[in-house]
């Protein structure tokens, strides 16, 4: 859903929050696909697993690799991005923040009416 949300916000608008927005949401999806990985582990360590996934990212995209792969591979763009920006890291914060708040409200209600 995470995907599916950020490629719309880019694809119909070109405002300057969807590029946050859109890098939020990836952390989102990100913290999910580590989530199903590591299901076992707490929510901060899938979190700070998440956070570091996305900032190896961003971070290996100042090889420029990442931009010459997409070149070939279109789909790769949407994986590895193309180009360094210090927001995006701050978008990634702030997505594998609401993530992890969200999976430990949901957790928290879901137990709570279990209890009941």
Same mark, same amino acid.
Do not use: N
């Given at each position: 859903?995470?995907?599916?949300?950020?490629?719309?916000?880019?694809?119909?608008?070109?405002?300057?929050? #969807?590029?946050?927005?859109?890098?939020?949401?990836?952390?989102?999806?990100?913290?999910?696909?580590?989530?199903?990985?590591?299901?076992?582990?707490?929510?901060?360590?899938?979190?700070?697993?998440?956070?570091?996934?996305?900032?190896?990212?961003?971070?290996?995209?100042? #090889?420029?690799?990442?931009?010459?792969?997409?070149?070939?591979?279109?789909?790769?763009?949407?994986?590895?991005? #193309?180009?360094?920006?210090?927001?995006?890291?701050?978008?990634?914060?702030?997505?594998?923040?609401?993530?992890?708040?969200?999976?430990?409200?949901?957790?928290?209600?879901?137990?709570?009416?279990?209890?009941?």
């Amino acid at each position: 859903m995470s995907v599916v949300l950020g490629l719309s916000i880019r694809t119909f608008s070109d405002a300057a929050w #969807t590029g946050p927005a859109g890098d939020g949401l990836y952390a989102v999806m990100v913290y999910v696909l580590v989530a199903i990985v590591i299901p076992s582990k707490s929510k901060a360590l899938i979190a700070a697993a998440a956070l570091t996934v996305c900032v190896m990212i961003e971070l290996f995209q100042l #090889t420029g690799l990442p931009a010459e792969l997409g070149q070939s591979w279109p789909l790769l763009r949407l994986v590895l991005g #193309t180009t360094f920006g210090t927001v995006d890291l701050l978008a990634y914060t702030g997505g594998a923040a609401v993530a992890y708040i969200v999976d430990r409200m949901s957790a928290t209600v879901v137990g709570c009416r279990r209890h009941h």
